[in-house]
């Protein structure tokens, strides 16, 4: 059974980067292909980006280009989403996933 | 890059069967994933590829496709089915997801 155990809430200041991280247990990183997946308060789903594992490549949604690096550590099966020049419309819960699995989520709090 | 488009809410009387729908381009192409989403708590996926369900799942509920509609089926809705359900794929152009805008189903 995989578990996906994401790091804590975190409030951050306009213009700051945030990092979310998300152990896996289970199964390894490199058996996966993990995306992430945002939620703002009260909306929908939105994907952010992921491993393809057709190309070996991490591919990011065109909205968020340029403003988030997604990476791993397959010696700690921890994979890593950080998110630069935060703004108020990046409140949202951030979640690690894969398609059967996802991690319990972490809210990100952007104010001044 | 691809949408999917749902019903924003759907409502059901308990013990009744009810579907929600999904279209979009992609599925023309990609089986959708259906996932469940509990206030506070993180999508559950129900149904994936042709009609498949993870284990844990009940059997009330089932998935089907025809062109570019997916369905969730839920025959005999319970109390505990009250939920937002989310329709996903692959997107036609390339390997990004792409979710629907999601659908509150309330149970009567």
């Known amino acids: 059974q995989v578990q996906l155990v994401q790091s804590g809430a975190e409030v951050k200041k306009p213009g700051a980067s945030v990092k979310v991280s998300c152990k896996v247990s289970?199964?390894?990183?490199?058996?996966?292909?993990m995306h992430w997946v945002r939620q703002a308060p009260g909306k929908g789903l939105e994907w952010m980006g992921g491993?393809?594992?057709?190309?070996?490549?991490?591919i990011y949604a065109q909205k968020f280009q340029g403003r988030v690096t997604m990476t791993e550590d397959t010696s700690t099966d921890t994979a890593y989403m950080e998110l630069s020049s935060l703004r108020s419309e990046d409140t949202a819960v951030y979640y690690c996933?894969?398609?059967?699995?996802w991690g319990q989520g972490t809210l990100v709090t952007v104010s001044s | 890059s691809s949408e999917l488009t749902q019903d924003p809410a759907v409502s059901v009387a308990l013990g009744q069967t009810v579907r929600i729908t999904c279209q979009g381009d992609s599925l023309r192409s990609y089986y959708a994933s259906w996932y469940q989403q509990k206030p506070g708590q993180a999508p559950v996926l129900v149904i994936y590829?042709?009609?498949n369900r993870p284990s844990g799942i009940p059997d009330r509920f089932s998935g089907s496709s025809s062109g570019n509609t997916a369905s969730l089926t839920i025959t005999g809705a319970q109390a505990e089915d009250e939920a937002d359900y989310y329709c996903?794929?692959?997107?036609?152009?390339?390997?990004?997801?792409?979710f629907g805008g999601g659908t509150k189903l309330t149970v009567l």
């Open positions: 590829g042709k009609n």
């Open positions: 996933a894969t398609a059967d699995y």
């Open positions: 996903n794929s692959r997107d036609s152009s390339g390997p990004n997801w792409v």
């Open positions: 289970g199964y390894t990183l490199t058996e996966l292909s």
């Open positions: 491993f393809d594992p057709e190309d070996g490549e991490t």
